[in-house]
């Protein structure tokens, strides 16, 4: 335990044996320590840290060889020792109160909720719900949201987040009510492959995905044999793939539609290569790639507007519209109402519309 320090004792130099050492535990005086203690006559204190609080462990003499293993402590240590020994007890008697009312909280089920915020609503409290959504215009327009449902006595947390796959288990988990970040392709194969019983209540809105590169222009200007970055998750992926056959630089197997891979490109006349990575990290990685495929809220968080920085995009009328998901027990809660309702206002629309000026369209 006495590590970055030599093994043997004797071979410390005087000024480190002087020093105050850092211990797990009070330990016994080793044998070699005390020939060093006799040899040297220097005095040696040990210290070990609980929490903030100091213990010290010292040898006032020098000891001889006969002396029996045993731990010396100072006043100071056995005055901490008692007051130690009262928090204890009391922390136990806390801890076990504690227990007892997350138990009793803890008895409730998912209509107990709806229960209670009906009961709630119809005494004219403010009902609660935490929403998780992804970084960028998802938290920005939910923000909105939020306002919003607050004038109908609806509150509103917001929990961000940097990925796909969080959202969503976190919600199958019951740590949120809602989430707001993908479109229905993706929602069903995500709940398929991780058996959630998770289901889509309304629509939300559309983000047209992007080409995007710092080296063209134009999508006809990429070299035979460039690199295109697109995301690794299967629904995204795909319509990577579809966007990048709408803009003539691959063919891919008929019929695969939303299921397609990059093992389904049947034509690919410049022989591109492709690279598959996490959604979020595709803008970062953008100068190492000719051009990449990036969703549009990972595209606004890193300062692209899409309207105007793609080199190629989705047209408005794209089939892939976002959604609020829920678990499918919790669908006919009266708060999830409240929070479509709010979400589908004509106050929320003209924000969407006046804040990202196409890049961002209603869904509904």
């Given at each position: 335990?006495?590590?970055?320090?030599?093994?043997?004792?004797?071979?410390?130099?005087?000024?480190?044996?002087?020093?105050?050492?850092?211990?797990?535990?009070?330990?016994?005086?080793?044998?070699?320590?005390?020939?060093?203690?006799?040899?040297?006559?220097?005095?040696?204190?040990?210290?070990?840290?609980?929490?903030?609080?100091?213990?010290?462990?010292?040898?006032?003499?020098?000891?001889?060889?006969?002396?029996?293993?045993?731990?010396?402590?100072?006043?100071?240590?056995?005055?901490?020792?008692?007051?130690?020994?009262?928090?204890?007890?009391?922390?136990?008697?806390?801890?076990?109160?504690?227990?007892?009312?997350?138990?009793?909280?803890?008895?409730?089920?998912?209509?107990?909720?709806?229960?209670?915020?009906?009961?709630?609503?119809?005494g004219g409290q403010v009902a609660k719900i935490k929403v998780g959504v992804t970084a960028g215009p998802h938290e920005e327009i939910v923000e909105k949201v939020k306002e919003v449902a607050a004038k109908d006595g609806l509150e509103i947390e917001i929990v961000s987040f940097n990925d796909y796959v969080q959202p969503n288990k976190v919600l199958a988990e019951?740590?949120?009510?809602?989430?707001?970040?993908?479109?229905?392709?993706?929602?069903?194969?995500?709940?398929?492959?991780?058996n959630l019983d998770l289901i889509k209540v309304a629509n939300t809105i559309n983000f047209p995905m992007g080409i995007y590169s710092t080296k063209v222009k134009d999508v006809q200007e990429l070299a035979d044999g460039a690199e295109l970055g697109l995301p690794n998750d299967p629904t995204n992926g795909a319509r990577a793939l579809q966007l990048f056959e709408?803009?003539?630089?691959?063919?891919?197997?008929?019929?695969?539609?939303?299921?397609?891979?990059?093992?389904?490109?049947?034509?690919?006349?410049?022989?591109?290569?492709?690279?598959?990575?996490?959604?979020?990290?595709?803008?970062?990685?953008?100068?190492?790639?000719?051009?990449?495929?990036?969703?549009?809220?990972?595209?606004?968080?890193?300062?692209?507007?899409?309207?105007?920085?793609?080199?190629?995009?989705?047209?408005?009328?794209?089939?892939?519209?976002?959604?609020?998901?829920?678990?499918?027990?919790?669908?006919?809660?009266?708060?999830?109402?409240?929070?479509?309702?709010?979400?589908?206002?004509?106050?929320?629309?003209?924000?969407?519309?006046?804040?990202?000026?196409?890049?961002?369209?209603?869904?509904?």
């Open positions: 335990g006495l590590s970055p320090y030599p093994e043997r004792w004797r071979d410390w130099p005087d000024e480190t044996r002087q020093r105050i050492f850092n211990f797990e535990d009070a330990v016994p005086i080793p044998q070699d320590l005390r020939h060093v203690l006799v040899d040297k006559s220097v005095t040696v204190t040990f210290t070990r840290r609980t929490s903030s609080l100091e213990e010290v462990f010292y040898l006032s003499e020098p000891m001889g060889p006969g002396h029996d293993d045993k731990k010396v402590r100072s006043p100071e240590y056995n005055k901490h020792k008692r007051g130690v020994k009262k928090m204890k007890k009391w922390m136990k008697v806390l801890t076990t109160s504690i227990l007892a009312v997350s138990l009793l909280a803890g008895c409730g089920t998912s209509g107990d909720k709806a229960t209670e915020a009906s009961d709630a609503n119809a019951g740590q949120l009510d809602a989430n707001i970040f993908q479109h229905e392709p993706y929602l069903e194969r995500f709940k398929t492959d991780h709408q803009a003539g630089l691959i063919k891919i197997k008929e019929g695969v539609g939303v299921k397609a891979t990059i093992h389904d490109i049947v034509e690919n006349p410049k022989n591109l290569k492709f690279k598959e990575l996490e959604a979020a990290f595709i803008p970062k990685a953008l100068d190492d790639l000719a051009a990449a495929a990036i969703n549009t809220n990972f595209a606004m968080e890193h300062g692209y507007n899409p309207t105007n920085d793609s080199i190629f995009i989705e047209p408005k009328d794209s089939p892939w519209v976002n959604l609020i998901a829920v678990r499918t027990e919790d669908k006919d809660r009266p708060e999830i109402a409240q929070l479509v309702k709010a979400y589908q206002s004509d106050e929320v629309k003209q924000f969407i519309e006046e804040q990202f000026q196409g890049s961002v369209v209603p869904g509904w």
